[in-house]
């Protein structure tokens, strides 16, 4: 039952805001943010590990797009990979864009 594994980890993606873990990594009261439902889902599709074995056809109706990995999607203190989200309420209009530039100091992580 996949349901309920993803409305747990929704339900941890939801706490690390709240508890003020971003962006620091340390949950610090004063950064909590309430992130929207649309950031939510963000990370839990982000999340998803599609490397389960006999699986070579992701999505499918078996195991969707994957396993939930919330540790690939999550920044704590001292890890390697950091974590830069963008929870805007309001949307684009039609024929609109917005663009950002990010530095990759290695090729070997994704």
Known sequence: MASPGAAGAG??????????????????PT???????ALLKAMLVNC???????YTNVPNNNIG???IDL???LYFSGDTKNLAIVDEETGLSTGQ???Y???????SVP
């Open 97 to 99: 864009f917005v663009e």
């Open 71 to 73: 540790d690939s999607v």
């Open 48 to 54: 998803a590990d599609p490397s389960i074995s006999g």
């Open 31 to 37: 950064d909590s943010l309430a992130p929207s439902a």
């Open 101 to 107: 530039t990010y530095s990759v100091n290695s090729s």
């Open 11 to 28: 339900t941890l993606v939801r706490q690390y805001f709240s508890d003020g873990f971003y962006p620091t990594g340390n949950a610090n």
């Open 65 to 67: 797009w994957g396993r």
